[in-house]
């Protein structure tokens, strides 16, 4: 279970009183979602299960929202909290959802939207961190003030900041959920990008726990040395078709030989990756 705190810190605690809210009923199509949504996916099975919950018990919960206006000069809401909940009702087709009002600044929209999602501690590992990177950049909060918003160490906001430093490959991987963040997190402890990548390979190959994963790391060195002359195996020419390969079609690709032959494994991180690579490998 998590153990972040679940107070709403100073985001948007200062925003909703505590006597209960006056609810509104808006239409749909006329919510603008807040173009600086942090969640980069939705994540389409679990929008369409709320989306069947939203047919049978209603939306429960209040959007949060902002009066604007729309290049015309007509009235909009700007959406400030709930986007998932917004998308499943529009897939399980209301024409009004219920909403809460709240006059807020334009440029205090993205760090509401920010503090909202953290806290609700629905984003994945790099969305969270993400996050945490442009409270930092875009509103010059520090590490400490960064915690103190949304309720967790100063030390969890570094590490999960940390993991930015991790190479395109590696962040894919923990994205789609082939690693978890124990595991990218103990990866860090390579500073050598090299060590780090066959590091990580012999995780995912090898389905090391977090726990084996850190003793890995910490036993790199003895068992680099010893896995050498298979590494010497590998010609140059093999390791370019490789590269090729990865840049070709954007994703891992593991390519190995043998006396009789070979295999090519590609490697897809959602459903939508995998029907990109199908189109790919099948066209042209």
Known sequence: MSNRKTGLGRGLESLIPRAAPSVEAVDVDLIVPNPHQPRASLGEESLRELA???REHGMLQPLLVSRTQDPGGALTYQLIAG???LQAAKMAGLEKVPVVVKEIAS?????????ENLQRADLNPLEEAGAYRRL???FGLTQEQIAARVGRSRTA?????RL????SEIRASLAGGEISEGHARALLGLEDESQRRHAWHTVVEEGLSVRQ??????????????ARPRARMRSPELLEVEERLRASLGTRVSLTTGRRGGRIVIHFYSQEELEGLVERLTTG
């Open 52 to 54: 069947e919950s939203i």
């Open 107 to 115: 440029d205090q929209l993205l760090e509401l939207a920010l503090v």
């Open 164 to 167: 930015l430093g991790l190479n």
């Open 157 to 161: 906001v570094a590490n999960s900041l």
């Open 136 to 138: 930092h950049e875009d």
């Open 213 to 226: 994963a850190e003793e890995l790391v910490r036993s790199w060195p003895r068992r680099a040395r010893a």
């Open 83 to 85: 986007e998932r909940r």
